[in-house]
Each structure stands twice: as C-alpha cells, then as structure tokens.
C-alpha cells in the first residue's frame, strides 16, 4: 500500500516539473521573439534616420496627409531630430503637383513643431537620400546622356563633368 502512494507522489511530481520546464521554455520563447523584435525595430528606425526621406507613398495616393507608414517614420524621425539638427528631405516625383507637395511641406513643418523641433535646426529639401540634392529627374537625364555617349564610337578623348 506504501508503494503505490510513493509512486503517485512521484508522479505528480514529475509532472509538476515537467509543467514547470513548459512555462519556463514558453517564457524563454516569448523572450527571445520580443529581443528579436526589439533588435529589427532598432534596425529599421536606423535605416529611417539614415533616409532621413519622406517619399510619396507616405502620403495618402493624391492627399496631403501622412498615411500609417507616414506617421511611423515621421514619429521615428521626429525623435531624432529633437535631440540632432539636420536635413529632412521630401520627395516630390512627378505625378505629385507643386500645390500638393506645397500642403506636403506645410503639413510636415507644422508637425515638426508640434513636437517641439526647432525649425532653425532643420532643413528641408527635395533631395535623394544621402545625394547631394540633384532632383531624381536629373539624375535620370544624366545617366541616359552618360549612356547615349558611351553608345557612340570612341574619339580617344575623357569626358569630364
């Protein structure tokens, strides 16, 4: 009769431990995912602030309004620049007219504001990321006059910009 409650007490033991080790893997799981969650979204804001670029598709399609990714990277940048001066560029792209892209600037200044940057601190502008601020039009035309020119028979002599 001894046995038999020995082996039960075993039992449950064994099995409460076994409970344990479960709830302490799933612990250690959900805290592996949130420090890899944490590690991308640390990766992520980094490549925002070295954009440091808000481009048309953070817009609503033909609105001036900041859409969902618009307001996640505005909010990410807008960190940054409370602490760090620096440039903001807006894209404009050709199918965004100037009035548009005009209530675009306005919208993202007074935000700016609001979370109490400094416009001073800041520049805004309508350049490439990391570029020196050649419009991505010209860009275009460079590099199809760079290929129609390299497309001709050579004369022997360098072309320099």
């Known amino acids: 009769m001894r046995t ?17 080790e479960e709830a302490r893997t799933a612990a250690d799981r959900r805290f592996d995912s949130e420090v890899v969650r944490t590690v991308n979204n640390i990766g992520v804001e980094n490549a925002i602030i070295t954009q440091h670029t808000l481009y048309p598709y953070h817009f609503d399609v033909d609105g001036e309004r900041l859409n969902e990714l618009g307001q996640r990277d505005f909010a990410v940048l807008a960190r940054h620049f409370t602490e760090h001066p620096g440039l903001l560029n807006i ?6 007219s100037p009035e548009l892209y005009k209530a675009r600037v306005a919208l993202v200044t007074r935000r700016l504001r609001e979370a109490g940057i400094d416009p001073a601190r800041m520049s805004l502008s309508d350049a ?14 460079i590099l199809r006059k760079n290929a129609d020119l390299s497309a001709k028979p050579s004369s022997g002599r360098t072309i320099t910009q």
């Open 4 to 20: 038999p409650g020995v082996v039960a007490i075993c039992l449950l033991c064994g099995l409460m431990s076994g409970c344990e």
């Open 91 to 96: 894209r404009q792209d050709e199918r965004i």
């Open 128 to 141: 490439m990321p990391g570029g020196t601020g050649v419009r991505s039009e010209q860009v275009v035309m």
